[in-house]
Every structure is written in C-alpha cells, then in structure tokens.
C-alpha cells in the first residue's frame, strides 16, 4: 500500500442517520483528492476523519499505514495540516501567533518559529512586515483565508485537509486563493484532500473527483473523465457548468 | 465629624473590603473551576446552577439567621457572614464563566482541536482568553451586590460598614446611617468602575 491516506469500508453513523456507507478510496502522495458532493452528502464527514475529528462506526481510516483509531490523536492531528471556511483564527491571536500555533505546541525554538512564520507569510502573499501583527478582525475574508493556510502550513505537514476553505469568499478573491493553491502545490507538492460543493472549483483544483451522494461514492476519476461520465449526479452537477448567463 | 467617627469609619470600611475581599476570593475560587467543569458535564449543568439559583433568591437577611444555628459554618460572626457572601456571589461568577466559554466560536474551538491542542491547550490558551471579559463581567456584578449586602452581615455580628447601619437604625440617627451608607456606596462605585476598566483593557480580539 503506498496511499498516504486510504479509506476501507468505512461508514459512519451521527445518532439514527448514516451520513457515510462503506466508502473505499485511496489518496496517493501528491495527490488532491477533491470530495464532491452537495450539503448532507457526506464529504465534511469523510474529511473530519482524516485526522481524527471523526470516528468511524466500522471499517477503518488509515494514514500513513496505520489507522486513526491507533494513531496517538493529538500526534495526528498536528501531522495533518486544516483549513477550514472563515479559516477559523484565533481571534485574540496576530497574524503571527496564528500561523506559528502548532509549531508553538510542538515546542520549537522561538526563533525557528519566527523565521518560519515570516517565510510562510511571504509564501502566502502577505509581507510580514505589514501583517504579522494584525488581529484576524483587520484582514479581509481573502486575507484570513491566507493566513488559515499559512498556519496550516506551518509545521510542514505531508497532508493538507481543506474544508470549503473559499466558500465565504467574493467571486474574485475565490478565483485569486485557487490560482495560489496550484501554486502553493506545484512548489511544495503536498498532498490534500479538499471539500467543496463547487464543481468548477473541484475541476480546477483537482488531480483527482470523488463525487459523493447520501454517504455513497458515485464516482472517483480524474477531472477529464469526470467531463465525460455518465449518471445522474454527475449530470446534475455538470449542468451547473452548462448554465448560461442571459442578460434581461 | 468627630475624630473618632473618622477613626471608626476607617476601622469599618477596612473591615468591610476585608469582608468582601474575602468572600469574592472564596465565590471565585469555587465558582470558575465549577463553571470550566460544567462546560464539559452538560448533565451537572441543571443541579448546580439550579442549586445557585435557589440559594440567589433567598432574602438576604433571612439566609444570615438561617445559617446561625448550622454547625461549624454557622454561629455567630465573621465566618458565618463569609459562607452567606459567598453563596450570594457564586451565581454571577458560575453563570458568566459557563456562558464565557461555551460562547466561544464552535469554528475556533474546532480549528483549536484539530490543531492538535489538548483539552489543557484548549482551555488556556483559547476558550479562558476568549471568556476573560464575560467572566470578569460576572465577577463585576458579584463585587458589587457582595459591598452591599455585606452590610447586612453586622446583622449576625460580622462587622462592616453595617455596624453604623445597624446603629443609626436603632438610636433613629440618619447621620449614623449615612457614615456606613455612604462609604459602601462609594466602595461599590469604586469597584464597579475599577473593574469595568480592566474589562475593556480585556480586548477580546
């Protein structure tokens, strides 16, 4: 077995209602897996229990050989890196305390943390200089989704979960974070699993679609075969690509 | 005013902030580890708040007479008067350090978590920070209704600011009344305004 992340059989059950039935996958090194599906298909899910927000009711999640259930859970979650909408900073926090949060509780010298923080930020396209010490209440949406992947960034995790990172983000700005995503990938090839409900946001970032629907995968193909399969779910999300604009 | 009143008002009021220092002290230290505790027994939550509740709607001079005759806690003087302050003042700081905490952002809680913060990282360095000023607040409140009611203590012969009250009442003296009214009115506002500044110095993000 050589993917990073595989899922085996693995369902999951949140009181009376399945949200996940015996989903099988697997997500190789440099990949971006993309989990595709609307609200309530399961794809949160799936992604929480990746690093161990989520137990499975049965079959098992194992990351890098060994299954979540085994792992020490606070050694996995700060090996998997997590991006989530709004990014979810520390609002009593600067930009800096943010992003060098886990490399903090990993006990890194204070000087490392820095020297890394600054690059990051520089990475991310925020100059240190003028960021690091602001409060996430002084950046924009676009802004704090950057420092939300910067900090995920920071202890230099080989896998990145991202869950709707852009989905609060104007039409613009969403277009500027993925362009810096495939950048960001291209340079550092980490591997990522991402959920999103955009079809053309998953058709731009991924290497790799699973389209989900009511827990059950549908499909797991590249982007290209994606264009072209066949299925009604697949069709229903395909259309939202067809839809033309008609001025009035 | 006579140098002695002077002198007595002194010896009373330092009297009075030792009463209330001592009570808040006590109400904080029960109070917080309870309301963090609470965050994460939602069963408990009723019973203990519920048990508050009760003990905040008994008329104050009545809990005092209640308490004399109770073993070890109860009798006559300063101590008895403490453990009344104390049940007064564990609501406010009880209900505003469990509001504090589980009004924190569940998208920050979460982050924290899968962070890999432990339960111990969680509380210090996210959940207490962000209910700093909440709590604070609750504390505000107790503070305040404690310099009041703690005039009532010298009911029980626990000494304060009441002493006057208690007296002027008795010999029909309004001067005497206003020498314990006046100064646990102002160490009230004192207070009150003390700590409303360290809750904005608090900036929550």
């Known amino acids: ?248 | 005013m006579t140098a002695d009143l002077a002198n007595e008002i002194m010896d009373l009021t330092v009297e009075h902030l030792v009463l209330v220092g001592v009570s808040m002290g006590i109400a904080i230290a029960l109070a917080m580890p309870a309301g963090i505790l609470l965050t994460r027994r939602a069963p408990l939550r009723r019973w203990v708040i519920g048990f508050a509740n009760v003990m905040q709607t008994v008329p104050s001079l009545a809990l005092f007479g209640f308490l004399i005759p109770l073993p070890l806690i109860g009798g006559i003087g300063k101590h008895t008067a403490i453990v009344a302050l104390v049940l007064y003042a564990l609501l406010p700081v009880l209900r505003n350090t469990l509001a504090g905490i589980l009004g924190v952002d569940p998208a920050v809680r979460e982050s924290a978590v899968a962070m890999g913060m432990t339960g111990r990282q969680l509380l210090w360095q996210v959940e207490l920070p962000l209910a700093a000023r909440t709590i604070l607040a609750g504390v505000r409140v107790a503070t305040v209704t404690t310099i009041g009611t703690a005039t009532i203590a010298a009911a029980i012969g626990g000494g304060g600011l009441g002493v006057f009250i208690f007296r002027g009442l008795a010999s029909v003296d309004s001067t005497l009344i206003l020498a314990g009214a006046v100064p646990a009115a102002l160490i009230a506002l004192l207070a009150d305004g003390g700590l409303g500044w360290v809750e904005k110095k608090l900036s929550p993000g």
């Open chain 1, 1 to 248: 077995m050589s993917a990073l992340v595989s899922f085996r059989n693995v369902s999951c059950r949140i009181g009376q209602k399945e949200i996940l039935r015996e989903l099988s996958l697997g997500v190789e090194a440099g990949d971006t897996l993309v989990l595709l599906g609307r609200s309530g298909s399961g794809k949160t899910t799936a992604l929480k229990m990746v690093n161990g927000l989520l137990q499975p009711s049965a079959g098992e999640v194992v990351v890098e050989g060994t299954a979540t259930t085994a792992w020490d859970p606070i050694r996995l979650k700060r090996r998997i890196g997590y991006v989530i909408q709004e990014a979810g900073l520390f609002p009593h926090f600067t930009v800096e305390d943010n992003v060098g949060l886990v490399p903090r509780l990993e006990g890194w010298p204070p000087d490392k943390i820095q020297a890394r923080v600054q690059g990051l930020l520089e990475q991310v396209g925020l100059p240190p200089a003028e960021f690091a010490a602001r409060y996430p209440r002084e950046l924009s949406g676009g802004q704090r989704q950057r420092v939300g992947v910067a900090r995920a960034l920071a202890a230099d995790p080989p896998l990145l979960l991202f869950d709707e990172p852009f989905g609060a983000l104007d039409p613009v700005t969403r277009v500027e974070l993925q362009r810096q995503f495939l950048e960001l990938r291209r340079r550092l090839g980490k591997t990522a699993i991402f959920v999103t409900h955009d079809v053309r946001e998953a058709l731009i970032v991924a290497t790799r679609i699973a389209l989900l629907h009511d827990g059950r995968l549908v499909l797991l193909c590249t982007p290209a075969e994606f264009l072209r399969a066949q299925g009604e779910e697949i069709r229903a999300f395909l259309t939202c690509l067809d839809t033309k604009v008609e001025p009035s």
